[in-house]
């Protein structure tokens, strides 16, 4: 079975921290994708990635920054916490480049106060 | 962009049968997919429709127009497991690759 893990499941952070969101596949997969969930809005894009050190801009960037330097990890960064970052963030990961099937991580919710 | 139109909720007893539309708009499309989300849980692949025509999957079925740009999830035999959010989702092109854009969701209560 693949297995998307990601590093917490309930975070709490001050306005202005910086925050790191973790994220690791172990199906060797190549796609992976950056989430975030807000009641109402359903899920949207905010990163994804192709390949290793390689990065594109989803739907609703701003605010955030990505990093990958392995295959298996996807890390999330929140350069300076802001109230309106608070959300469900889910990552996934897909294989290949015509996969229409994303696995799923179990989500970090992240309170910035 | 894209837009996604599906229902906010639809509410349905055991045993029945009950449909989840979902209309979209996009500049591109490669196909639809189906995800259905527990409460608390993370969201898990149901179906995918690449052409148009039905696609069955045990109890779920989906379905696609692309000349209608309409789809369905048709959703037999309910049992009170399905109770969660479903969610539809376009596959279209995004700087060279395809990524999904998703639906706001359809809650779908089913009742005893």
């Known amino acids: 079975d693949v297995k998307v893990t990601q590093s917490s499941r309930y975070l709490v952070k001050r306005t202005g921290e910086k925050v790191f969101l973790e994220c690791v596949q172990d199906?060797?997969?190549?796609?992976m994708f950056w989430y975030r969930q807000d009641p109402g809005l359903g899920l949207r894009l905010i990163y994804f990635?192709?390949?290793?050190?390689?990065?594109e801009k989803g739907d609703i960037p701003e605010g955030y920054s990505v990093s990958r330097e392995k295959k298996e990890r996807f890390s999330l960064i929140l350069e300076s916490a802001s109230t309106n970052q608070t959300s469900m963030y889910l990552c996934?990961?897909?294989?290949?480049?015509?996969?229409?099937?994303?696995?799923f991580g179990p989500g970090t919710r992240l309170t910035v106060t | 962009g894209q837009s996604l139109e599906q229902p906010s909720e639809v509410t349905a007893v055991e045993g029945a049968i009950v449909q989840i539309n979902c209309t979209y708009q996009?500049?591109?499309?490669?196909?639809l997919s189906w995800y259905q989300q527990h409460d608390g849980g993370a969201p898990t692949f149901l179906s995918y429709?690449?052409?148009?025509g039905l696609e069955e999957t045990g109890r779920f079925s989906s379905f696609l127009s692309r000349s209608d740009s309409y789809g369905y999830l048709l959703l037999q035999e309910l049992q009170m497991k399905d109770s969660a959010s479903y969610f539809c989702?376009?596959?279209?092109?995004?700087?060279?690759?395809?990524?999904?854009?998703f639906g706001k969701g359809t809650m779908l209560l089913v009742s005893p």
């Open positions: 990635s192709y390949d290793v050190k390689m990065k």
């Open positions: 989702a376009v596959r279209s092109p995004h700087s060279g690759y395809s990524t999904l854009t």
């Open positions: 996009t500049s591109g499309f490669y196909g």
């Open positions: 429709n690449g052409l148009d």
């Open positions: 199906m060797d997969h190549e796609n």
């Open positions: 996934a990961s897909s294989a290949g480049t015509g996969s229409y099937e994303q696995y």
